[in-house]
């Protein structure tokens, strides 16, 4: 079931898609094309899943949040359900940083989040879930409204998951966490010119160590590591659905030498550009 719906004024796109055999494809074309967020649940077995060329465990009754850019592919997507959209159809809300398309779900972090679900959580998914294949079917003046309020309802109770899983007891301070998202939101946006923390410090008003401090306090990765983890996966990305070379690749991710591109990556994943390129070309091959 792949079900859409756009809003003519302001060409705001939501997708639903459940069970579908061709789940890959779709999120790989799609997420190529187009600026969407994706919000993926796995209701079946725990599964592997290949986000930007790099193979993960997708855990039994779970959720993933996933930012525009990356590429992702399922081991059994007839298992999942998925929930994609832009900040054209759920932009409204980007004053409330906590639940807003750049808020606390998608840039709070650096890196994936899977998200477990309890039973009464699963009880509260499956609700929303049918609400949305409901609300689909009906055909009205205020159906775009009814779907971004059931959206709403889907980001709150995912949000609310990962700060209790992921911050432990942890209470961020709005200004605090407001900084670790403006930080993320910003490297999402130069990391291919700018790799140094400093340039981030600077657009921040702050000085590279308060960043640090910070980042530290809350058992973050560092300023510095962020920039770089975006950059190894961009770089994965590149040539896991491309054939770009490695020189093209150095270039267009800021480097002005293939050389220091090549020692910076397999520093980061003790691999060569050449090996990672080909054991996961391998690795693809078995999630179909």
Same mark, same amino acid.
């Given at each position: ?72 592919? !399922? %081991? ?7 929930? @994609? =959209? #832009? ?9 409330? $940083? ?73 209470? !961020? %301070? ?7 998202? @403006? =930080? #993320? ?9 700018? $790799? ?93």
């Amino acid at each position: 079931m792949l079900l859409e719906h756009i809003v003519p004024k302001t060409n705001g796109k939501l997708i639903f898609i459940h069970q579908e055999q061709v789940l890959g494809l779709l999120f790989k074309e799609k997420t190529e094309k187009e600026q969407l967020l994706t919000i993926a649940l796995n209701t079946g077995e725990s599964q592997q899943m290949i986000i930007n060329g790099v193979q993960y465990e997708f855990p039994a009754e779970s959720i993933v949040p996933l930012v525009s850019g990356q590429v992702f592919k !399922f %081991e059994k997507p007839e298992n999942i359900t998925a929930w @994609q =959209y #832009n900040r054209d159809f759920y932009c409204l809300v980007d004053a409330y $940083h906590e639940i807003s398309c750049i808020g606390f779900l998608f840039f709070g972090f650096s890196g994936n989040i899977f998200l477990n679900l309890d039973e009464t959580h699963r009880g509260k998914i499956a609700n929303l879930k049918q609400m949305f294949m409901d609300e689909f079917n009906t055909r009205d003046t205020i159906q775009s409204d009814m779907l971004q309020m059931l959206l709403k309802q889907l980001v709150i109770i995912t949000t609310r998951l990962a700060k209790e899983q992921y911050i432990s007891e942890k209470i !961020f %301070e709005d200004d605090k966490f407001d900084l670790i998202r @403006q =930080y #993320n939101l910003l490297v999402d946006k130069h990391y291919k010119k700018e $790799h140094q923390v400093q340039f981030y410090a600077a657009a921040l008003n702050r000085s590279p160590k308060t960043l640090a401090n910070l980042f530290a306090q809350y058992n973050y990765r560092s300023p510095s590591l962020i920039i770089h983890d975006r950059i190894i996966s961009e770089a994965k990305r590149l040539f896991y659905y491309t054939d770009r070379s490695a020189k093209e690749i150095a270039y267009e991710l800021g480097f002005n030498e293939a050389a220091h591109f090549s020692r910076f990556f397999k520093n980061a994943t003790n691999q060569s550009t050449s090996d990672f390129r080909k054991n996961h070309q391998s690795a693809d091959k078995q999630i179909v």
